[in-house]
């Protein structure tokens, strides 16, 4: 799969050009699939921190989700404390600007000088700008309208950022992150399968995030579904129903 086999060469180049990196994880299929690659790319093992950015209000199956790969795969997980409260950009206030400042408190208090994220350009108009190294000034900005180049797979890096966010699955798409999973057996929140008629196609926190009618309990009945609809993957997330400047100004403030 060109896919995968990308993506652990941006893992490897990103271990060999960062000094301290740490994965973000939300208990979703994105980042539960970044967890998989970066075992592939690491002879079976995590070799970075994980963050979960925790307002305390996530599902109960998140939870458990994340002290099951914990311990299944050896993970060192880092909570960053998310405190609830209005953010006057998007309006909502279980997340949004508030997650960044949480895990701006990590990163200083840790000195990491890269995250690694499971973002897709198919996401969200304003992630379909990202770079797959893509630095953040001391500010925590991101300059989206003035981005480095990268050319034929050669990302530049820059010595005066902060920090940089890398995108190893930029390229996937929603249906290659399921076949991914279903291939590799990887483990999944069972949120995303159909009960009572419903399930979860993205997943927040219980505050932001509502089920979508579907009746796909496996994951090739899943594939099945996305190949029919035309619905945008987070239409369940309160955020992403808001103008795409509201987006675009939460990630240029630093939001994932």
């Not at 060109?2 to 990103?14: P, T």
């Not at 921190?49 to 199956?61: A, L, Q, T, Y």
């Not at 992150?177 to 483990?187: A, F, G, K, M, S």
Request: aromatic share 10%; proline share 4%.
């Amino acid at each position: 799969m060109n896919l995968e086999y990308k993506s652990i060469n941006i893992l490897r180049e990103a271990r060999a050009k960062f000094k301290n990196l740490a994965i973000l994880w939300s208990g979703g299929k994105d980042s539960t699939a970044m967890l998989a690659l970066c075992r592939e790319a690491f002879f079976n093992r995590v070799p970075f921190s994980v963050i979960h950015i925790d307002n305390g209000i996530d599902f109960p199956e998140t939870y458990a989700m994340r002290d099951k790969l914990a311990k299944i795969w050896d993970l060192k997980i880092l909570v960053a404390q998310s405190i609830i409260k209005n953010d006057k950009i998007s309006g909502i206030s279980c997340c949004g600007a508030n997650k960044t400042d949480a895990l701006r408190n990590l990163v200083k208090k840790e000195k990491f000088d890269g995250l690694i994220i499971g973002i897709r350009r198919d996401e969200h108009g304003i992630r379909a700008k990202e770079r797959v190294f893509s630095p953040r000034d001391k500010k925590w900005e991101w300059d989206y309208k003035n981005q480095p180049m990268e050319i034929w797979d050669y990302s530049s890096i820059n010595p005066d950022a902060d920090h940089h966010r890398i995108h190893p699955i930029l390229h996937w798409r929603e249906i290659d992150v399921w076949q991914y999973i279903y291939e590799n057996d990887i483990p999944i929140s069972p949120l995303y399968f159909s009960k009572n008629g419903e399930r979860f196609r993205s997943l927040g926190c219980t505050r932001c995030t509502v089920a979508i009618k579907s009746e796909a309990k496996t994951i090739p009945q899943i594939v099945k579904e996305l190949g029919e609809t035309r619905l945008s993957e987070r239409m369940g997330r309160a955020q992403d129903k808001e103008a795409q400047a509201v987006m675009e100004r939460l990630r240029a403030l630093g939001y994932m």
